[in-house]
């Protein structure tokens, strides 16, 4: 397909990576056009639950969440009857259904002069007039497979089903709880709807049969409406050799991607969107490079932990008994999660917990 008009920048993908990237474009003084075939809202089956840094990394974009979806404190880890939470030590999290946020990005997107073409289909990029391409167009791009940027490191494969529920109280945390080789989540996205997902390595897992694993789940929502249909996607640790070739860039999902047990999925993309921007206006992708593989540090670092205890069910009954007789290392984790403290702190905090298991 020939687009008749030329840009500086165009955007392949509508979902909140190409959203993101084209605001942030856009915001930087280039002029921006987006092409997606599909016509908004765009839903993904995910937790919809946005950490505080990815909140503040949305503001640094002027995308305003403040009037949508709903607020939660921390994080809550329930396991083998052992429990412990702690609060974010800055700001608090948000639950957003993913039809509520689009909505909001196309809002921006809209008022900031971005060219939006929605139900439009991009067969190829050799006749884009464009001085940047920006590849946004998911796990299974095709930016990605055209600029021959496919070579990658890949992990585990992970399979996710979500459906929302109409309940009379939500919680004030986003609840993680652990079963063998998967884990549900909760999470608030209204003051009487939650959102309920179900993460696993077995792609015939549903939240319908999942439940019997999680008693204490299926007593609360027993009698909740089940509110639409229930929605599944694969989760992966992808790791690309390389996201930028010549003037194309990708940018979430189809850059590489973590595993959804850290729910850093739409901090990364908003980062990843703000790093390009700036690399895009210096006139150097090698500069996005570098970023990229930054920003993904912490997060790529805190999957391979989470899945580690995943896969070794004693030991992390082991750390979760740890945690709850010592909340504050609990918390300290957590500050490392969301990027309050540094990497490094992990450590630390590993040898305290270490200690702390040996003495129970």
Known sequence: MVFASSTDVFVI???????????????????VTLADGAIPPIDKACGEGIMPDGIAAAQSLGISLDSAGHPFRGIRFCDAGSRVEAEFPQGEGLGIRRTDLHPILVRRAEADGV?????????????????????????QSAVR????????????????????????QTSDCMELHWGDRCQL?????????????????????????????????????QGAEPIGTER???TVSRRLRSVVRGSIALVGDASGSV????????????????????AMVAGDLSLYQKDH????????????????????????????????ADPHRFAELLAIHVGDLPLRGFLTNGLALGWRMLSL
């Not at 608030?188 to 789940?217: H, K, N, Q, T, Y």
């Open 13 to 31: 993908g509508g979902g909140p990576a190409g959203l993101a990237a084209a605001i942030a474009a856009r915001q930087a003084g280039l002029t």
């Open 115 to 139: 060219r939006l073409r929605w139900g439009t289909r991009v067969d190829g990029i050799g006749a884009i007039r464009a001085r940047w391409i920006v590849g946004a167009d998911g796990a």
């Open 293 to 324: 593989a930054r920003i993904g540090r912490r997060p790529e670092f805190l999957s391979r932990a989470m899945l580690f205890l995943d896969a070794r069910r004693a030991l992390r009954n082991r750390v979760l008994r740890a945690m709850s």
């Open 145 to 168: 497979r055209w600029a021959g940027l496919d070579v990658s490191r890949e992990g585990t494969r992970r399979y996710g089903f979500r459906r929302h529920f109409r309940v009379t």
């Open 259 to 278: 595993d959804a047990i850290t729910g850093e999925g739409l901090c990364l993309l908003f980062q990843q969107s703000a790093a390009l921007a700036r």
């Open 232 to 234: 599944g996607g694969i």
């Open 185 to 221: 989540y909760l999470t608030p996205v209204g003051p009487r709807e939650l959102c309920v997902a179900i993460i696993s390595r077995d792609p015939r897992l549903r939240l319908e049969d999942a439940f019997d694993r999680f008693p204490g789940v299926a007593a609360r929502l």
